[in-house]
Each structure stands twice: as C-alpha cells, then as structure tokens.
Nanobody
Framework: QVRLVESGGGLVQAGGSLRLSCAAS????????MGWYRQAPGKQRELAAAITSGGYTNYADSVKGRFTISRDNAKNTMYLQMSSLKPEDTAVYYC??????????WGQGTQVTVSS
C-alpha cells in the first residue's frame, strides 16, 4: 500500500507564493518520477511540473519561470514552489508518483486559489 499526503494549498493573492508538499509512504522501493498535475473547474487535468529520480525537470509552458519542482529522495517527498501566482493558476493540485513495474499513485488533491 502506498499513501500520498499533499499539503500547502490555500488562498493567496495574485503575485503571491505558495509551497506545496507531497510525502509518499508505504511499500516504496524506488520512486521513478514525481509530478504535480492540476485541474481547474471545467477543464481537463494537466501536467504542471515533473521531476525524475535523476533530477531532470519538465514544466508546462504556463508555469515556466514561476514554479520550481524539487524532491528529497531520502524522504520520498516532492515540493512545488509557486511564485508570481496568477488567478489562472487556481486549481486542485494533485501529486502523482510512478514506481517500478509501471505502478502509479495519485494524491487526494489540494486546492490552490489565487484571487485577483
């Protein structure tokens, strides 16, 4: 059993910052990729940022230069530092991890609301 616990969401004014965390626990030998996805009301879930076990990162064009993804492999934890937030960043943010043998797990989501 693998559990993902997200934290750090909330309400912030445009231009502000938030830091999301995702902690994985349970039957984990090695986490391959960790990523943050987001889903705004009425829209499809989309990738915001991802990071591999080797530290390679990938960002959606809409967040490049504003968001920074990082991970602590010793703690099986991932972070998303979000700066210069915009109202269009408002969404539920989900943590996703992929393990060996093509296993993947999702977190329950954390709400981020950016007011104008």
């Amino acid at each position: 059993q693998v559990r993902l616990v997200e934290s750090g969401g909330g309400l912030v004014q445009a231009g502000g910052s938030l830091r999301l965390s995702c902690a994985a626990s349970g039957s984990i030998f090695r986490i391959l990729t960790m990523g943050w996805y987001r889903q705004a009301p009425g829209k499809q879930r989309e990738l915001a940022a991802a990071i591999t076990s080797g530290g390679y990162t990938n960002y959606a064009d809409s967040v490049k230069g504003r968001f920074t993804i990082s991970r602590d492999n010793a703690k099986n934890t991932m972070y998303l530092q979000m700066s210069s937030l915009k109202p269009e960043d408002t969404a539920v943010y989900y943590c996703r991890i992929t393990l060996t043998q093509s296993r993947e797990y999702w977190g329950q989501g954390t709400q981020v609301t950016v007011s104008s």
